[in-house]
């Protein structure tokens, strides 16, 4: 966070030295951005507290450490499809599962599926790119990710 | 009064005030179970108000001030893979969730980068950002961290390779004659240059659909 707030903030002092208009345009562009794709934002997030709230880590962890096989992959590669967990929770998450005996396999594939699908963020991904670029990215990294699970059980 | 609810309903906020009124309504008649949403609602509505303002500004700016020429230049099409390793580094220095990273994906885009770039952009931006990589070695060791590191590299790689092949064969299938579509993208493909198509076949790029956000 305090980066992204440092290098905006210089930015935006080095710009405004320059040039003064341009810096007001740009920011006016910014913000105009941002309030077009809040709602779809807002709504996103109401989705994933309400999913978090249903299906909390330890219930996660419950499922996913039942089996290691196939069926655990399988559990693994949906849940972290579906669910938008922050670095800061899955993390921790997975490193339990780790000691618990889940493979590295199923934890390479949670870990991963997180990180690149996002069901949830689907409507939002569309407004960028289109609907059917946006599903088709996400299955083709819910393979990826079952691919490199894989090789990470394989090699580990 | 009727006026605002008819504008509530077709806005895109409906589900916002939904959600506002059921958290109010349950509030008032103390019932319990909203409580949990609400505290995660907050905490991520913490977390995006705090970051996402700024990056749009910094979008803003960047918009403003870099000149298409240099971003082609860099990341543009037939950069090979200088611009793909560009990409990947710009994206390694980037933070927060992947939907905050669609935007910048798009501004990209808009400046000139390659849709194979932007692709690789995502990819780089989901698994390879070095605040997340820090905390990951920290939980899970960096034996793991690397490891799904170098395999995941060369996998969005290849899928933005593939979507870029269907979204070509898909133009060419639509609009030109079926007889000679294999054998034309098949030669743009190869040769990795537009001149093999005809100029109808490349003029619907999907990402043109949505320029105007």
Same mark, same amino acid.
């Given at each position: 966070m305090l980066p992204l707030l440092s290098v905006t903030f210089i930015s935006l002092v080095v710009s405004s030295l320059k040039d003064h208009r341009k810096t007001v345009a740009g920011v006016r562009k910014g913000v105009k951005m941002f309030l077009n794709i809040l709602p779809a934002m807002l709504n996103i997030l109401i989705l994933v507290s309400v999913f978090l709230y249903l299906v909390p880590g330890e219930l996660l962890a419950r499922w996913l450490g039942r089996d290691s096989g196939f069926t655990g992959m399988s559990i693994a590669a949906l849940l972290g499809s579906i669910s938008l967990i922050p670095?800061?929770?899955?993390?921790?998450?997975? $490193?339990?599962?780790?000691?618990?005996g889940v493979g590295y396999n199923v934890? $390479?594939?949670?870990? %991963? %599926?997180?990180?690149?699908?996002?069901?949830? %963020?689907?409507?939002?991904?569309?407004?960028y790119f289109g609907m059917r670029? $946006?599903?088709?990215?996400?299955?083709?990294?819910?393979?990826? $990710?079952?691919?490199?699970g894989l090789l990470a059980g394989l090699v580990l | 009064?009727?006026?605002?609810?008819?504008?509530?309903?077709?806005?895109?906020?409906?589900?916002?005030?939904?959600?506002?009124l059921v958290l109010l309504v349950s509030r008032?008649? =103390?019932?319990?179970?909203?409580? !949990? *949403?609400?505290? =995660?609602f907050w905490m991520f509505f913490i977390e995006m108000v705090t970051f996402l303002p700024f990056m749009f500004?910094?979008? !803003?700016?960047?918009?403003?001030?870099?000149?298409?020429e240099k971003v082609e230049k860099h990341i543009g099409q037939d950069t090979?893979?200088?611009?793909?390793?560009?990409v990947i580094l710009l994206a390694m220095f980037q933070a927060g969730p992947l939907y905050g990273a669609f935007p910048v994906a798009h501004l990209l885009w808009k400046k000139g980068s390659s849709i194979r770039n932007i692709f690789i952009y995502l990819g780089a931006f989901a698994t390879m950002k070095l605040p997340m990589l820090t905390f990951e070695i920290g939980f899970l060791g960096w034996k793991f961290s690397l490891l799904r590191t170098i395999f995941t590299l060369p996998m969005f790689i290849l899928m933005a390779w593939l979507i870029i092949v269907q979204e070509i064969f898909l133009e060419v299938?639509? *609009? !030109?004659?079926?007889? !000679?579509?294999?054998?034309? *993208?098949? *030669?743009?493909?190869?040769?990795?240059? =537009?001149?093999?198509?005809?100029?109808?076949d490349i003029g619907y790029c999907f990402l043109r659909r949505h320029y105007d956000l």
């Amino acid at each position: 966070m305090l980066p992204l707030l440092s290098v905006t903030f210089i930015s935006l002092v080095v710009s405004s030295l320059k040039d003064h208009r341009k810096t007001v345009a740009g920011v006016r562009k910014g913000v105009k951005m941002f309030l077009n794709i809040l709602p779809a934002m807002l709504n996103i997030l109401i989705l994933v507290s309400v999913f978090l709230y249903l299906v909390p880590g330890e219930l996660l962890a419950r499922w996913l450490g039942r089996d290691s096989g196939f069926t655990g992959m399988s559990i693994a590669a949906l849940l972290g499809s579906i669910s938008l967990i922050p670095g800061f929770i899955s993390y921790p998450l997975a $490193a339990i599962l780790l000691k618990s005996g889940v493979g590295y396999n199923v934890i $390479a594939i949670f870990i %991963t %599926t997180l990180m690149m699908v996002g069901v949830l %963020t689907l409507p939002l991904e569309a407004k960028y790119f289109g609907m059917r670029v $946006a599903v088709l990215r996400n299955a083709l990294s819910f393979v990826g $990710a079952i691919i490199v699970g894989l090789l990470a059980g394989l090699v580990l | 009064m009727r006026k605002y609810i008819a504008w509530i309903a077709e806005s895109e906020y409906i589900l916002v005030v939904l959600f506002g009124l059921v958290l109010l309504v349950s509030r008032l008649v =103390n019932l319990s179970f909203t409580a !949990g *949403v609400s505290h =995660n609602f907050w905490m991520f509505f913490i977390e995006m108000v705090t970051f996402l303002p700024f990056m749009f500004i910094l979008i !803003g700016l960047i918009d403003v001030w870099f000149p298409r020429e240099k971003v082609e230049k860099h990341i543009g099409q037939d950069t090979g893979i200088k611009g793909t390793a560009w990409v990947i580094l710009l994206a390694m220095f980037q933070a927060g969730p992947l939907y905050g990273a669609f935007p910048v994906a798009h501004l990209l885009w808009k400046k000139g980068s390659s849709i194979r770039n932007i692709f690789i952009y995502l990819g780089a931006f989901a698994t390879m950002k070095l605040p997340m990589l820090t905390f990951e070695i920290g939980f899970l060791g960096w034996k793991f961290s690397l490891l799904r590191t170098i395999f995941t590299l060369p996998m969005f790689i290849l899928m933005a390779w593939l979507i870029i092949v269907q979204e070509i064969f898909l133009e060419v299938w639509m *609009v !030109g004659p079926p007889s !000679g579509t294999w054998f034309r *993208v098949a *030669v743009f493909l190869f040769v990795r240059s =537009n001149r093999y198509l005809e100029q109808k076949d490349i003029g619907y790029c999907f990402l043109r659909r949505h320029y105007d956000l």
